[in-house]
């Protein structure tokens, strides 16, 4: 059985609607000329609004996303995690504390 060739991105998750800026877009951009997925899907809280989301639009689908209350429990509870500064589609790594 074959890996699926799709790209899934998170974006959104905050209470309210934010633009889509110029980093997220070239992000997803970058993925989809390098990676050339069979599908590309944007999970988020918010539909993205913006002239780069305009044009990225025609090449993601999105799906909605709901925040998990197990994952943002443990995520206010940890006091030693770096989350990155410039975007949301990058990893988080977290280190748990004594």
């Not at 997803?28 to 590309?40: A, L």
């Not at 975007?87 to 280190?95: D, E, F, N």
Request: charged share 20%; glycine share 2%.
């Amino acid at each position: 059985m074959a890996i699926p060739n799709i790209a899934h991105f998170v974006w959104g998750l905050k209470p309210e609607p934010e633009p889509f800026h110029l980093v997220h877009y070239l992000c997803i951009e970058s993925c989809r000329r390098t990676q050339r997925p069979d599908s590309i899907v944007l999970h988020c809280r918010h539909r993205p609004t913006g002239p780069y989301w305009r044009l990225l639009e025609p090449h993601v689908a999105i799906e909605p996303a709901e925040l998990v209350p197990e994952v943002t429990a443990r995520a206010t509870t940890t006091t030693s995690c770096r989350r990155p500064t410039a975007t949301r589609t990058t990893p988080i790594s977290c280190a748990s504390t004594p």
